[in-house]
């Protein structure tokens, strides 16, 4: 009953998607495939659309490869959970693509979609697959598949509300991607809490053995290989984007050191298992989703990657225990501690930033990081404070419709 109840719920929702794709979807106009109608909305369209599609594979990569191999290293569960990955990612970009498409893309009655919209749907399926995270081992693949069909909607309504209705600056989605979708998930976890089902402790779950270990050892290469092109695929130039890149490497490799200072001090071990560095990366990439195209500087990534970088290991060792504990909130692969916090801090520094946010200090950059504030129509005051209450708004969208969900 249980196979065919996934088999029936496949066959009827790829059913659905092929019939909306046929009435609603169709591709760019080949004759000027870098040019957008001013009839669409187009803050999120790349000029460039050769850049775009070099930027795609890159994007498209890291959320096959890294997601699905970092899920694989539970010992419980191991390739069947990347197994799950890849249906959850097969479905949920066929659904962002069309609910996407009517945000951003509809023109005429029908969706035309291009890289970009390939793109756009690939960080809104990351957003998915980190909440499938925190209720790994406790929700079946039909409740995933439901969860993605739920989540792709309201995470897309939340970019919407912020980047094209607010304005926020988030070009790395540590709001629109790793707090809601950490949030998202920390909130389905709470509806689903089953206290005579779930006991096991990170510390037990990270004593794997050596194929698991491997799974990390390569989700994490990956990351480092692919995820500043990650942060950077909705960098407006290709000649803006060297910053998100730079930011995120400095960030990634002070977080990964942190984790060699703090990791003896809190466990037995005189070096961190794989799994932590794997955290750690997570973390100082996260981290830098706000901020990575705006003033950070290099030794301010530097600093904001090794904070965030002792931070994590603490949330697991401290703070994990009172979310299953006190809050009744059972998170399987810690999203809170690699994906909430950081993207929480990234959103807090990111506003900080958004202070220095003039001509002087930002030159040309000005116009792509704050087009509002370069075109003199919002002050900086005013995008300090959209900054700032982009984050409650991320939060209750996540908690809600994570609540709705589970």
Known sequence: ASRLRLSGLCFFLQVLNILLFAVFVRYSPESSPGQCPPQLNCSQRNQDSGFQQSRFQDVHIQVLLSFG???????????????????????????????????????????????????????????????????????????????????????????????????????????????????????????????????????????????????????????????????????????????????????????????????????????PRMVQIQDATLAGMAVMGMAGEMLVTPFGALIAGFLVGLISPLGFRFFTPVLHSRLKIQDTCGVHNIHGLPGILGALLGTLLTLMATADTYGDRLELVFPLVAQGSRTVTDQVLIQLGALPLTLLLATLGGWLTG
């Open 69 to 271: 191999l970092l899920v694989a290293f539970l010992s419980r569960y191991g390739p069947g959970s990347a197994v799950i990955s890849i249906l959850i990612i097969a479905f949920a970009i066929q659904w962002a693509v069309l609910i996407q498409g009517f945000f951003y893309f509809f023109l005429n009655g029908k969706i035309y979609v291009g890289a970009q919209s390939m793109v756009s749907a690939d960080f809104c399926t990351t957003a998915v697959l980190i909440s499938t995270g925190a209720v790994l081992g406790r929700a079946n693949p039909v409740q995933m598949l439901l969860l993605a069909l739920l989540e792709v909607t309201l995470c897309t309504l939340n970019e919407y509300i912020l980047l094209s209705l607010m304005g926020v600056s988030d070009s790395g989605h540590s709001l629109t991607v790793h707090t809601f979708g950490a949030y998202f998930g920390l909130m389905v976890s709470r509806v689903l809490y089953q206290p005579h089902k779930d006991k096991r402790k990170r510390e037990k779950r990270q004593d794997m053995g050596h194929q698991t270990d491997v799974f990390a050892v390569v989700g994490t290469i990956y990351l480092w290989i692919f995820w500043p092109s990650f942060t950077s695929a909705t960098t407006v130039h290709d000649n803006a984007n060297n910053w998100a890149v730079l930011n995120t490497y400095f960030s990634l490799v002070a977080s990964t050191v942190a984790t060699f200072i703090l990791s003896p001090v809190l466990y037995e071990e005189s070096t």
